[in-house]
């Protein structure tokens, strides 16, 4: 992470190859795997961190504009390596930092990053900025895009589970036994747990990952009846993942939550200090 200049945000390019990097300095810790491609053809990635057997998945960039927590989960895969080792012979980290490459690279280059014409131009219909940009390529939020109970259609072509970071996401989960899960969004400093879903004894669970959170963070817990806000249609990572495995999901928000967007670079490094731990919170020997 020292080689890391935080004083500016990053292309996705620059992300590939950091990760490509970490997989190459650390081959006998790390792992760089393509688990999907967007519409725009830019590789979904995933590193494996650690040789352990109690497997925690965490994502990034779900949203395109949230462009902090791609890079910080890159340089916690790297502190895990340099600082962690004896904890990586018990846990894996499955970090896939930027779940939506196609909407991180529109929130940072613009609309011209998506090469297909006819996406760009669905895209370009909606009239967003394009550092306000939190959609996948074809301007489907991928954060409702989730088969679960709290999924709503939307219109009259809207699909559940129809995006190919959606599916990525799913299958990584199918196939690897995990522990836990986290999602890293911004803004608010926040930290999402209850599930209406879910049974009590889940969500009495729930509660203590996200006291022991906030012990890490300082960020605050999201009341219960603010889960899901009115009108909203559902569909979220983290409920999926609930509802299919009934193992610990949570939703963090970095970031102050008045921070403007394009986010500031600044924002890297105080991230980076209060997250990195965070994906260690489900392991019994903490
Ligand atoms: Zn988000």
Known sequence: ????????????????????????????????ES?????????????????GRDNVIVTGGVHGRESVNPMVLLCMAEYYCEEFRPCLDLVSVYVVPVLNPDGYAIAIQGFDSIKCEKNRRMCEL?????????????????????????WKKKDVNDVAGSE???????????????????????????????????????????????CLLNAMTDYELVPPKREIEENDSGGNTVHY?????CLPAITIETVDELACFPLS??????TYEEIKLTPFVFCKDR
């Not at 670079?265 to 105080?270: A, D, G, K, S």
């Open 1 to 32: 992470m020292e080689n890391v200049n935080w004083d500016q945000l990053f292309y996705y390019e620059d992300l590939v190859a950091y990760a490509k990097y970490l997989a190459c300095h650390y081959s006998d810790l790390v792992q760089y």
């Open 35 to 51: 688990i999907g491609r967007s519409w725009d053809n830019r590789d979904i990635f995933l590193l494996k961190v650690g040789k």
């Open 126 to 150: 909606k009239h967003i900025p394009y550092y306000l940009w939190k959609y996948n390529g074809r301007a489907v939020d991928i954060n409702r895009n989730f088969p679960c109970v709290s």
């Open 164 to 210: 190919p970071e959606t599916i990525a996401l799913m299958e990584l989960f199918q196939n690897v036994s995990s522990i836990g899960y986290i999602d890293y969004h911004s803004r608010g400093k926040q930290i999402y747990y209850h599930r209406k879903s879910m049974s009590e004894d889940y969500n009495r669970d729930q509660f203590g990952y996200a």
């Open 241 to 245: 993942y609930s509802e299919q495995f």
């Open 265 to 270: 670079p600044h924002y890297q490094r105080e």
